[in-house]
C-alpha cells in the first residue's frame, strides 16, 4: 500500500499540472487582447511605424526586424490579438507601419536579429515573403533582394 501512496501523489500532481495548463492558455489569451489593446494604442500614437518587445512595452533601439510571414496583411483590433498570439509563442516582438501606397496600417509579429547578422535576417525575409527587412539602429529599410543569390554586405544596414 505504502508503494502506491508516491504514485497517487505523482499522478495528483499531473492532474493539477494539467488543469493549471489550461488556465494558463486562458490567461494568455486573455493577455494577448490586453496587450493587443495597448498595441493599438500605441499605433496610433506611433503613425510612422514601431518595433515594440511587447514583454517589456519596450522599443529596441538596435537589431534587424523582419516579420514573420504568418501574420501578414493584418490591420484590424482583432487581427492585431492574433499578431500578439503569434509574437508570444515565438520572439515576442510586435511591429507596425503605414503603408503609404494602400494608405493601412499594418501589424506583424516580428523576429529580431543582431545587426551584424543582416545576412540571416535578409534570408530569414526572403522565406518569409518578405520584400525588406528594418535596421533599428538606423532606421533605415534594407531592400531583399530578389536573385537568391545576391546578399548585400553585413554592413548595408550601418
Not at 500614437?45 to 516579420?67: N, Q
Not at 501574420?71 to 503605414?98: M, N
Amino acid at each position: 500500500m505504502k508503494r502506491s501512496a508516491p504514485l497517487f501523489s505523482a499522478l495528483a500532481a499531473v492532474a493539477v499540472l494539467c488543469s493549471s495548463c489550461s488556465s494558463i492558455r486562458a490567461t494568455e489569451r486573455g493577455d494577448a487582447s490586453a496587450i493587443a489593446d495597448r498595441i493599438w494604442a500605441f499605433g496610433q500614437a506611433h503613425p510612422d511605424g514601431f518595433t515594440l518587445d511587447i514583454r517589456t512595452m519596450t522599443e529596441p533601439t538596435e537589431g534587424v526586424a523582419v516579420s514573420y510571414a504568418a501574420t501578414q496583411d493584418s490591420h484590424s483590433r482583432e487581427q492585431l490579438e492574433a499578431v500578439v498570439s503569434h509574437a508570444l509563442e515565438h520572439d515576442g516582438y510586435v511591429g507596425g507601419w503605414l503603408n503609404d501606397d494602400d494608405g493601412l496600417y499594418y501589424f506583424d509579429s516580428t523576429r529580431l536579429f543582431p545587426e551584424d547578422a543582416l545576412d540571416d535576417a535578409i534570408r530569414f525575409g526572403r522565406e518569409n515573403g518578405q520584400r525588406s527587412v528594418f535596421a533599428l539602429s538606423t532606421l533605415t529599410d534594407v531592400p531583399i533582394p530578389t536573385e537568391t543569390n545576391t546578399l548585400p554586405s553585413s554592413s548595408a544596414a550601418r
